[in-house]
């Protein structure tokens, strides 16, 4: 190994060590610091963007990283988990009677469409419902 | 901008509900108590949930009350007074929206904003001290958001999401009151869950206005991002409902890590909601209204059981 590829080998090492440590910011700092961008450097800068919130931008520099080096399957598993990672969340929702009742439809009879009462309207009649002993609109 | 954050009722029992309705009807109240009447308008079902997550960090008991009001003259409604949560909710609601009217006043992108500002800005004296320093970082932030609209200059959706998902993170983190095991990866924790959520909101009002913006020859950041080519909105929205929804919904998976994370002592089940079903249900209005009908994040499709009225567009291929 040349010492140029010892070095930075040294210097992706210590930017993993910050990532692991929680140093996200001086990670960041010292990586776009670095003017050559293997796809090492994608990848653990798609860490950083992860954690920071920044997922389109993270998804871009795996997929960067995934055609730089085709042959790592750590790269690509990442990128797979990153892929399916909302799943977890949007599966809650969607497995739900409510869901499956309407089937994702967003129509109910409280749209515009349908309804041509204003707020006064409405509170009027609510009021006088309850006080013949309804209650026309329950949250009012 | 606000009022997307709310409770999937179908899903909440009763107590649930009505505790969500005690916090929104006790964010007017504050607002009542703290700036006056004509501030109340500015009541939304966001700062009610940022007061809500934020009172339960702590085992204090709510205070409950039932009293009448404008839109319930007759029958008494269950409404929380005295509570910290929420007299910081409505100090940050005021705050927001008054940054927001100054904003567009100054772009003078409208006269009525230039108006609704001058009516809110008596109300700043008013603002306690403890507020101080998030007043800063909210208007600091605000104008760095608007000089990127403003400029177009730019390269990716998260780059334009920052400004406004800071200024909910750091509403969230500097909340001057303690929280239930305060130490600094809880304040951490309330950093990284408020800008999450900060991402989500800014993202589902873009999504919401889009079609809006467009016809209007408006500032969107996704017509300005994806859109290179000029496509209508129907195709627009059909190209980029994918992108969209893989930000969107990691934004929620966040707001749901996060929320485990945090140390919440009462109310769990209705945050559970909020985030889990509320926002979810949001956002696949939002996205059946914009015609990516029958087409879901999911992959599936429901083309012959879909009722919607608009079903102008032909459903995505999965």
């Given at each position: 190994?040349t ?10 090492e ?15 700092a ?48 990442v ?18 009677p409510?869901?499956?009742?309407r089937?994702?439809?967003?129509c ?21 419902c ?11 | ?50 007061a ?33 949560a ?11 929206v ?28 008013k603002?306690?001290?403890s ?6 970082v909210?208007q ?5 958001l608007?000089?990127?609209e403003?400029?177009g ?55 919401d206005?889009l ?24 195709d ?14 990691n934004?929620?998976y966040?707001?749901k ?6 140390p ?9 909601n909020?985030?889990s079903?509320?926002?979810?249900d ?5 996205m ?18 879909c ?5 102008s567009?032909?459903?995505k291929?999965?």
């Open positions: 190994m010492q140029s590829e010892n070095i930075s080998l040294n210097f992706y210590e930017i993993k060590l910050m990532i692991e440590n929680g140093k996200h910011t001086l990670a960041e010292k990586l776009k610091a670095e003017n050559e961008k293997t796809s090492e450097w994608h990848f653990l800068y798609s860490l950083i963007l992860i954690q920071k919130t920044w997922f389109d931008s993270a998804k871009e520099h795996l997929q960067r990283a995934v055609e730089l080096s085709p042959e790592n399957a750590h790269y690509k598993n990128l797979a988990k990153l892929m399916s990672r909302y799943h977890h969340y949007s599966d809650d929702y969607y497995r739900r409510y869901y499956r009742r089937r994702g439809c967003c109910c009879c409280c749209d515009d469409d349908c309804c041509h009462f204003s707020c006064c309207d409405l509170i009027c009649l609510d009021s006088c309850e006080c013949m002993g309804g209650d026309l609109i329950e949250c009012i | 901008m606000f009022g997307y954050v709310t409770p999937l009722k179908d899903e909440l029992r009763i107590h649930e509900y009505n505790t969500f309705k005690s916090y929104y009807c006790g964010l007017c109240f504050h607002l009542k108590n703290e700036f006056g009447n004509l501030p109340r308008m500015v009541l939304n079902y966001d700062m009610t949930f940022l809500l997550v934020l009172d339960s960090l702590n085992t204090e008991p709510i205070y409950t009350k039932m009293k009448h009001c404008l839109t319930s003259p007759i029958k008494k409604k269950p409404i929380i007074l005295d509570n910290k929420l007299s910081y909710a409505a100090h940050i609601n005021i705050n927001l008054y940054y927001k009217l100054l904003d567009d006043a100054i772009d003078n992108k409208s006269l009525r904003s230039k108006l609704c500002a001058q009516l809110i800005n008596p109300y700043k004296k603002f306690s001290s507020v101080y320093h998030i007043n800063s909210i600091d932030n605000l104008q760095q608007y000089a990127l403003k400029g200059n730019f390269s990716s959706i998260d780059e334009i999401c920052d400004p406004f998902s800071l200024i909910v993170a750091h509403i969230f983190k500097s909340y001057p009151h303690p929280v239930t095991d305060d130490n600094e990866l809880v304040r951490e924790n309330l950093f990284h869950f408020g800008y999450a959520l900060g991402k989500w909101i800014y993202m589902i009002d873009a999504l206005d079609e809006k913006d467009m016809e209007k020859g408006k500032f969107n950041p996704l017509n300005l991002l994806y859109n290179k080519d000029s496509l209508s909105y129907e627009l929205i059909r190209q980029i409902q994918d992108t969209i929804a893989f930000t969107i919904l934004c929620g966040n707001c890590h996060y929320l485990t994370q945090l919440v002592a009462k109310n769990k089940e209705l945050l559970e909020i985030i079903l509320g926002m979810m949001q956002y696949t209005k939002v059946h209204s914009c015609g990516a009908k029958c087409s879901h994040s999911d992959g599936s499709s429901n083309t012959s059981s009722q919607c009225k608009k079903d567009i032909n459903p291929t999965s």
